[in-house]
Nanobody, 120 residues
Framework: QVQLVESGGGSVQAGGSLRLSCAASGYISRPYCMAWFRQAPGKQRDIVARIDSTGATIYVDSVKGRFTVSQDNAENTLYLEMNSLKREDTAVYYC??????????????WGQGTQVTVSS
């Protein structure tokens, strides 16, 4: 069973930057999808960005141009570089992974989450 462990969360002022990391403990068979989700208090968990085993990326509109998702296949690590952070980016961020089927990301694994807090 692959385990996902996030790190890199914290508190930052608006306009600042953070980089989240997600280390996968084992091999995820291809084709796969890895994604970052976030959940703010009282709200549902929503996808932020995803990357698949071909390197293709997709972002939610609210983070385009500010966030960058990337992966280091040699180290089995997923990253989320977050710049120009806004208060509304405050949430628990989750790493997720699963098989890519027909272009759809079928999430089967979740990390424990890491808190990101942006203050004005």
């Amino acid at each position: 069973q692959v385990q996902l462990v996030e790190s890199g969360g914290g508190s930052v002022q608006a306009g600042g930057s953070l980089r989240l990391s997600c280390a996968a403990s084992g091999y995820i068979s291809r084709p796969y999808c890895m994604a970052w989700f976030r959940q703010a208090p009282g709200k549902q968990r929503d996808i932020v960005a995803r990357i698949d085993s071909t390197g293709a990326t997709i972002y939610v509109d609210s983070v385009k141009g500010r966030f960058t998702v990337s992966q280091d296949n040699a180290e089995n690590t997923l990253y989320l570089e977050m710049n120009s952070l806004k208060r509304e980016d405050t949430a628990v961020y989750y790493c997720a992974a699963g098989p890519l089927r027909g272009g759809h990301c079928n999430i089967e694994m979740w990390g424990q989450g890491t808190q990101v807090t942006v203050s004005s």
